[in-house]
């Protein structure tokens, strides 16, 4: 296979990951309202759109701030509007999508969890756009350092690389098999599975970027790591208080 993977496409070529990207997008959105007709989800419509407009705007926000301070030392190097909007990471998204979603529900005092019903939409989206990751090779900063071990592929240069997004893939896989058997038991409180694919996640997200290329910014340390030590507290404090309620109310 030749790296980047390209499509022709109305008389122009384009990248897997965008492509890919896109799909996954507009596959997990169909998932999405898919599993909240078949919920029978209430939510008013104020709720619903403040919601959305949290999640959007943290996870607009949150994925180019921090895709671009994963290296902060060549931010301002011949900067480019174009090279910051084009910098983006899941981890960011996901971590001011939160951050976007609790700010939206505390204006319309909504305090109800609202993360369960999206877990497995985006799990999928994530699962496609990996995909896109994977056969863009080394032409975009989503792919792994060098490596000797069994599992290195060539990825567009002459080292044998970590297929990172591979891995990805093979994780969110195996969350997607154990969040769906916890969430068939019915006994646990709403949100919990948002609150274990989140701490499972960035948990991951952690080690595997020990395996990426990075800027160190504490330690060795890069930017996602810092973030995800942050995203891993959180949910250790979240997930220990939603256990304590399930067990005072399951009395």
């Known amino acids: 296979m030749d790296f980047p993977v390209t499509f022709e496409i109305f008389g122009r070529t ?8 896109a799909i996954g997008m507009f596959l997990g959105m169909r998932y999405y309202f898919y599993l909240k007709r078949k919920s029978g989800d209430k939510l ?8 959305l407009i949290g999640a959007t705007a943290g996870a607009l926000i949150g994925s180019k701030l921090i895709g671009n301070l994963e290296n902060p030392y060549t931010l301002f190097e011949n900067f480019s509007i174009i090279k910051f909007w084009s910098s983006n990471t899941i981890v960011g998204g996901l971590a001011f999508g939160l951050i976007g979603v609790e700010l939206a529900k505390k204006i319309v005092h909504h305090k109800e969890s609202t993360g369960d019903l999206i877990v497995f939409p985006l799990m999928l989206a994530m699962i496609i756009g990996r995909i896109g990751c994977f056969l863009t090779g080394i ?6 350092i060098p490596t000797n071990s069994v599992f ?4 567009g240069d002459q ?3 970590h297929p990172v997004a591979l891995y990805e893939i093979a994780f969110l896989l ?5 969040l769906k058997y916890i969430k068939n038991r019915n006994t646990f409180t709403s949100g919990f599975i948002f609150q274990l694919f989140m701490f499972s996640y960035f948990a991951f997200r952690f080690f595997l970027d020990f395996i990426k290329p990075r800027a160190e ?3 060795n340390l890069g930017t996602i790591q810092l973030v995800c030590i942050c995203v891993i507290i959180y949910y250790i404090y979240t997930i220990k208080n ?3 309620l399930y067990l005072k109310y399951s009395k």
């Not at 008013?44 to 919601?51: H, Q």
């Open 14 to 21: 384009v990248l897997a990951h965008p492509l890919f990207e």
């Open 44 to 51: 008013s419509f104020n709720t619903s759109a403040a919601v």
């Open 139 to 144: 032409y975009e900063e989503t792919y792994g």
């Open 152 to 155: 290195g592929m060539h990825l």
């Open 159 to 161: 080292y044998l690389r």
């Open 174 to 178: 195996m969350l997607w098999i154990v």
């Open 217 to 219: 910014i504490i330690g």
């Open 242 to 244: 939603t256990r304590s």
